[in-house]
């Protein structure tokens, strides 16, 4: 019963924290499907990584929301429907309530047929942008967690360096713990580029930050 009542507590003061977020009272208003459309907007005003023009890949897109904002970054008028500079396409394994101009395939991205399936989408051309909001459903075994996180970063890695230009950028979520220090030098290995961004949108308690690289480097051989 202890255990109950404490669990209890803990949602309480969750969704108290999270009804009185400005950031999910901004997603409102400015109609974004989750707060998460923040994070990723800070990371790209700071850095400059998506523009009119480019192909972006949305790794894990469910509900939508980073989806949404790069929808908003290609509309020359910055607007959520209408005119579109570029091309969206976003998978996931769970479904997701259609963007306009937003291609969306339900499937896992490891599986052969569905590679294909995007590079048909892509008509032969490599992604600008990579952005990967990808996050296992957790044990609470730390261990266990650690390795799953980092099997999803390693995941997107491998991605990017098949489908991305080679001046092209990777934007993956990660967790600070067991294995944060061995996916930061995954990144320096691969990218010349790294740099690791806590937003402001990303809340202080949350162990959640994000690592971006830019331009691949060996691109010749990795492919």
Do not use: C
Not at 56 to 85: F, M, N
Not at 96 to 123: A, C, H, N, W, Y
Not at 124 to 140: E, F, H, I, K
């Amino acid at each position: 019963m202890k255990v109950k009542t404490k669990s209890k507590k803990v949602n309480k003061a969750w969704l108290n924290d999270h009804v009185n977020d400005p950031y999910v009272k901004l997603a409102a208003k400015d109609g974004y499907r989750a707060r998460a459309a923040y994070k990723l907007k800070e990371i790209d005003e700071s850095l400059g990584l998506i523009r009119p023009g480019h192909v972006v890949v949305d790794l894990g897109s469910t509900p939508g929301a980073w989806s949404q904002y790069v929808r908003r970054r290609l509309s020359p008028e910055g607007a959520a429907v209408g005119a579109l500079d570029g091309v969206i396409v976003a998978l996931d394994l769970l479904p997701m309530v259609p963007i306009e101009g937003v291609t969306f395939l339900q499937s896992d991205f490891r599986e052969p047929e569905v590679l294909q399936k995007l590079e048909r989408e892509l008509q032969g051309r490599l992604a600008d942008v990579v952005v990967s909001d990808m996050a296992p459903n957790l044990s609470g075994v730390e261990s266990v967690d650690a390795a799953r996180i980092s099997h999803l970063v390693e995941l997107a890695v491998e991605f990017a360096q098949g489908h991305m230009k080679p001046e092209g950028a990777l934007v993956t979520k990660v967790f600070h713990g067991s294995g944060y220090s061995q996916l930061v030098k995954l990144f320096k290995e691969t990218f010349r580029v790294v740099k690791p961004v806590k937003p402001k949108a990303s809340r202080d308690k949350s162990s959640e930050t994000f690592l971006v690289g830019i331009g691949l480097k060996n691109t010749a051989e990795m492919r």
